[in-house]
């Protein structure tokens, strides 16, 4: 498979196996915002209490909401661009991208050469991305401050061009339902941040965390990095301002999101590199709470 090259490493990497969790959002319409997940994503409801919910495929959670009264979104702050749900196959990715289709739900299909994606949002203005893997049609970088897509037959592309529904739709088989439930193996690809600065995020995620860095374009104020040289784990830009402030406490969205360590031993080299940079933690029930220089709350557990 083609990926990307990591751009920098530091001398402790995070555990090649780490993978993205869960995530936990702030909702104004706990019931709303499970209908949306159920009828229009295909997430199974896992549990609801307490004017809270945890839903995905069956398995662990992959998205919990929790209710708050009086709230309401807010923009130019840091938080959540979009979560990115991962699907197995393009044909998996058909089946979620034509029921967003048949429910005539507002998305954006794109095709990134090496992932065909669509983007959306929920009914509360938080990103999503529905996204499969397809580095046989080509690859991309991010050297030398620029990010360069290359097609399969070694042509340019600008790395956003727009998805051809028509030949993703050529995977669906007789028989598949579009409102069949998301696959048990959909999990969390990636979460992509609005951050203060680029730099200093990437001081945390790298410096600290042990993420790879795989690039960092200043043309787009974005850097990606990752575990175990994949393409990206976690997008970081400054799109709603370099410098912006975290949103106040009465707002929907980011509560945190969840990074999976594969063993105990590489959850506690992260923790020690955590405590030695003297940044706070919490102990909650998830995991070990701490937070990224521009608020955005990162849960650090033992994947089970």
């Known amino acids: 498979m083609n990926q990307p090259q ?5 001398e402790f990497s995070i555990h090649p196996k780490t993978q993205i969790g869960h995530i936990s959002l702030t909702v104004a319409n706990l019931d709303n915002q499970i209908a949306f997940y159920q009828q229009a994503m295909g997430f199974k409801l896992h549990w609801k209490e307490n004017g809270k919910a945890g839903l995905g495929a069956g398995g662990a959670d992959m998205l919990r909401l929790v209710e708050q009264a009086d709230v309401k979104k807010y923009r130019g702050v840091t938080g959540l661009y979009h979560v990115a749900y991962l699907f197995p196959n393009r044909r998996e990715l ?6 967003l289709f048949a429910l005539k739900y507002p998305n954006s299909p794109t095709d990134h050469i090496m992932t065909k994606t669509t983007y959306l949002d929920d009914l509360e203005h938080n990103g999503i991305e529905l996204y499969a893997e397809s580095p046989e049609d080509g690859t991309w970088t991010m050297k030398d401050g620029k990010y360069i897509t290359l097609r399969k037959d070694g042509s340019l592309s600008d790395g956003r061009e727009p998805l051809d529904v028509d030949a993703l739709f050529e995977h669906l088989k007789e028989g598949d339902k579009l409102d069949a439930p998301i696959p048990p193996d959909a999990r969390i690809g990636h979460v992509h ?3 203060r600065n680029v730099d200093e995020a990437i001081d945390f995620y790298h410096g600290v965390l042990g993420f790879d860095v795989m690039g960092n374009v200043k043309d787009f104020q974005m850097a ?3 575990a175990g040289g994949y393409h990206h784990h976690l997008g970081l830009n400054t799109w709603q301002g370099r410098g912006a402030p975290p949103p106040p406490p009465d707002a929907v969205g980011l509560r945190f999101f969840t990074i999976e360590l594969p063993n105990q031993q590489a959850y506690d080299d992260v923790v020690a590199r955590v405590d030695k940079a003297g940044i706070p933690s919490n102990q909650i029930d998830e995991g070990l709470l701490i937070y990224d220089p521009s608020q955005n709350g990162v849960v650090l557990t033992v994947a089970k």
């Not at 990591?6 to 530091?10: N, P, R």
């Not at 058909?94 to 029921?99: H, L, P, S, Y």
């Open 224 to 226: 990606f990095v990752s």
């Open 94 to 99: 058909a089946i979620a991208v034509g029921r």
């Open 6 to 10: 990591t751009e920098t490493k530091t």
């Open 193 to 195: 941040l609005h951050v």
